[in-house]
């Protein structure tokens, strides 16, 4: 399959765990630091049997809800280095680029930060620290489902409504429902099983430098990506 996209009218929406890293950092969290049992909570969501919100809340209480320790396990966890110069180059090229992660949100800036894009719009879920508590403020109570922390799907029906085409890129089996609704979804792993399973089309990336090929005629000295 051959994709000749405009790069000016695209809106690419890049989840930020699995995609621009290669492991989901609420999941390292968890494995790393996490009391015994929290897996039943992901295995119950894998399978379709909880929503992401639940999910993000069941596993935030088998965390300790240290600070300084749970952000030294996120470092653990970098961003790909070729995150910022991708997203450099897709808004040089007229696209709009907007970075989600339906995590706990408190590396979110100081990953993308590192890897060079700091400036990069996000929309992620936050902790209150001193509080204890995770909070959600990009959930969408509109949407018709309300079952993720934060909303991907909104930002897609936006940039459509805009005329822009829509593309996520997102290896996570958080990033299900806004499959449904982008234009075109670029993905790998348990996301295009996922994808295989319910005939949402998909176009596969292994690197970020698969997907510059893909997204931007500039990055591609042998003519467009085939698949």
Not at 179 to 193: E, F, N
């Amino acid at each position: 399959m051959t994709l000749d996209l405009d790069p000016a009218r695209l809106f690419v929406l890049v989840d930020l765990d699995a995609a621009l890293s290669r492991v989901d950092v609420r999941r390292h969290l968890l494995e790393r630091a996490g009391r015994a049992g929290w897996e039943a909570a992901e295995d119950l969501f894998d399978r379709g049997g909880s929503t992401s919100r639940e999910r993000l809340s069941d596993g935030w209480s088998f965390l300790p809800h240290d600070e300084e320790r749970l952000r030294s396990i996120a470092r653990e966890v970098p961003v790909d280095p070729a995150a910022g110069p991708l997203v450099r180059d897709l808004r040089e090229a007229g696209a709009e680029v907007l970075v989600v992660s339906d995590g706990y949100g408190f590396s979110v800036r100081e990953a993308l930060a590192a890897a060079g894009a700091a400036d990069v719009e996000v929309l992620t879920n936050a902790v209150d620290f001193d509080a204890g508590e995770l909070r959600f403020p990009h959930e969408d109570r509109c949407c018709p489902c309300t079952s993720c922390g934060v909303c991907k799907q909104a930002p897609l029906r936006e940039a459509r409504a805009r005329g822009r085409v829509t593309v996520l890129v997102g290896a996570s089996l958080a990033d299900r429902k806004a499959a449904l609704l982008a234009d075109v979804v670029v993905t790998r792993g348990p996301m295009a099983a996922w994808c295989d399973a319910f005939g949402v089309p998909w176009v596969p990336f292994e690197t970020l430098d698969d997907v510059g090929r893909l997204l931007l005629p500039a990055r591609r000295p042998g003519g467009p990506l085939v698949r």
